[in-house]
């Protein structure tokens, strides 16, 4: 081996190890992303699952199986608790089938997660106008009213309370 190749060699390997002189990255570069793409696999799969899961909820609920697809929502909203989708579908689900007290923790959970839903605020203000707490269901109505102006809905609710 000539001299300069051999000097050229011992600096590569010197300042830069022999992954860097045969032009490789580390390999511990290798396994992070290869984790990282693992990783978002996971979730990618876990998203997907989850909503195929949501829509079968919702069409048990369309076919008339209550009771399946409150099953299915209450999973998903175990699994998934910040999911405000989720547990507003299931907090209709329980205020339609006669559990107002069920619906209005549910409800709850979801405003404390996203306090900015109106349609959770108009749900939880027709909850409690029927328990005649109207107090309480004026202030969630007109929350409502405030986070989407442009709802007439919400408007003639607030406007039936006597």
């Known amino acids: 081996m000539n001299g ?6 011992l600096a590569s390997i010197l300042f830069g190890g022999c992954a860097a002189w045969r032009g490789q990255r580390p390999a511990t570069d290798v396994a992070v992303e290869r984790q990282q793409r693992a990783a978002d696999a996971v979730r990618t799969f876990e998203e997907q699952r989850d909503g195929a899961q949501f829509q079968a909820a919702l069409d048990r609920w369309a076919a008339g199986d209550i009771a399946g697809c409150e099953g ?6 175990a699994r998934r608790p910040a999911d405000g989708a989720v547990r507003l579908r299931l907090a209709e689900l329980l205020w339609s089938r006669g559990a107002p007290g069920e619906a209005e923790a549910e409800l709850q959970a979801v405003l404390a997660v996203l306090p900015a839903s109106a349609e959770a605020h108009h749900m939880l203000g027709m909850i409690l106008s029927e328990q005649a707490r109207l107090a309480e269901a004026r202030s969630h109505l007109s929350r409502a009213i405030e986070l989407a102006p442009q709802c007439d809905d919400y408007r003639a609710t607030l406007a039936s309370l006597p």
């Open 4 to 9: 300069c190749l051999r000097l050229a060699l």
């Open 72 to 77: 299915r929502l209450r999973a998903l909203a």
